[in-house]
Each structure stands twice: as C-alpha cells, then as structure tokens.
C-alpha cells in the first residue's frame, strides 16, 4: 500500500529510452558491473560484448560458447553461463577462466541459461535446452541448480517446463525463475 501512494508522487518525465549498441544477431545476459560498464552476450555471434558509457561497444571474448546469462559477484568476477560448452564459468578480473559446474551425476549439464549470485557469493543457475539443444541432453530434466560457495552443485528443482530467467529479491532470500514453457515465474523460498 505504502508503494501504490508513493508511486504517483515520483516524476518520470526524465526517464528517456536510448540506443547505446546495435548491430548485434540476438542479445541476452546484461549484467551491470560495479565499474559502470555493461557486459551482454550476442549468442549466435558467439561474443561476449562490454559497453562503456561515453565509449561505446568493445568485444570482451570472440568464442564465449554461447554465452547466455551473465551476472557479477561483489568482488567484480564475471559469471556466465556458456550454452554451447554446456557449463557454468567464472573469469577473474585478470581474465582467467573457471569452470564451476559441467556435469550433473557424471552427466553434462543440458545447456546453462541464466545466472545470479548473491551477496555471500551463492550461485544459482537455470539449465533447460533450447532448440537442437535437445537432441544432446544427458540429463532427463530440466533444472534450477545451486552452487554453494564451497563449490557444491545441488538441484533447487526439477520443473516440468524448462526453466529460464532468475533473479534474487533484495533480501537474497527468494529465488524467482521464470518457466518458458509454463509461462509463469515461481518463487523458491532460499531459507
């Protein structure tokens, strides 16, 4: 209620929509970093693109392995999910590379979509199969997965449509996926 009173009171005349990149074949992942820049993937050019506000677009990774969700932990280190390669990454802000989850049960993960982490640096990634992903799955479900900050992979869930957006609450304690398939966005209680 409070919100609902408080929301006419705000002036949104300023608000103003801009092109700050173009040319891209599809854009997912944007991840906002502390550094003021933003990072987002063009999945079928197979990049990995940084925005500089002021400078424009430069290319962080040629072959991201289709690259998807993107997202960053407090300490500035890029976490993406890397469709094609079928894992989840870390990069360091020197540029070296971390796998953190491939292999579900010795089975390859279906194809990693989208990335959060939060503030205690948990991870918690969605894997559904897109498309001819399908036809590679090893997996025989779809799920919300958690990496523990130990590096223990653990299944969330197993819903019956594939998985896709996550977004933590402000809190860190709600997990919120969003189901292609279902249509629907669900909330998982992290406590």
Same mark, same amino acid.
């Given at each position: 209620?409070?919100?609902?009173?408080?929301?006419?009171?705000?002036?949104?005349?300023?608000?103003?929509?801009?092109?700050?990149?173009?040319?891209?074949?599809?854009?997912?992942?944007?991840?906002?970093?502390?550094?003021?820049?933003?990072?987002?993937?063009?999945?079928?050019?197979?990049?990995?693109?940084?925005?500089?506000?002021?400078?424009?677009?430069?290319?962080?990774?040629?072959?991201?392995?289709?690259?998807?969700?993107?997202?960053?932990?407090?300490?500035?280190?890029?976490?993406?999910?890397?469709?094609?390669?079928?894992?989840?990454?870390?990069?360091?802000? @020197? /540029? !070296?590379?971390?796998?953190? %989850?491939?292999?579900?049960? $010795?089975?390859? +993960?279906?194809?990693? *979509?989208?990335?959060?982490?939060?503030?205690?640096?948990?991870?918690?990634?969605?894997?559904?199969?897109?498309?001819?992903?399908?036809?590679?799955?090893?997996?025989?479900?779809?799920?919300?997965?958690?990496?523990?900050?130990?590096?223990?992979?653990?299944?969330?869930?197993?819903? @019956? /449509? !594939?998985?896709?957006?996550? %977004?933590?609450?402000?809190? $860190?304690?709600? +997990?919120?996926?969003? *189901?292609?398939?279902?249509?629907?966005?669900?909330?998982?209680?992290?406590?």
């Amino acid at each position: 209620l409070l919100a609902a009173t408080l929301l006419p009171a705000q002036d949104f005349s300023e608000i103003k929509v801009e092109k700050v990149s173009a040319g891209h074949g599809f854009t997912e992942g944007p991840a906002w970093s502390h550094e003021n820049y933003l990072v987002f993937s063009d999945v079928p050019r197979d990049k990995l693109l940084k925005f500089v506000p002021g400078t424009g677009t430069e290319t962080v990774r040629e072959q991201s392995h289709g690259a998807n969700g993107n997202t960053f932990d407090v300490q500035g280190r890029l976490y993406s999910c890397e469709s094609r390669n079928r894992r989840v990454i870390r990069q360091d802000k @020197k /540029g !070296r590379v971390e796998v953190l %989850a491939d292999k579900w049960e $010795g089975k390859r +993960l279906n194809a990693p *979509n989208d990335i959060v982490v939060r503030k205690d640096g948990e991870v918690y990634f969605t894997d559904p199969a897109f498309g001819n992903q399908q036809d590679a799955r090893e997996l025989a479900f779809f799920g919300v997965f958690h990496i523990s900050r130990k590096g223990a992979l653990e299944v969330l869930a197993k819903p @019956k /449509g !594939r998985p896709n957006g996550v %977004a933590l609450s402000p809190n $860190g304690r709600i +997990l919120y996926v969003d *189901n292609s398939d279902e249509r629907n966005v669900r909330a998982y209680d992290l406590d």
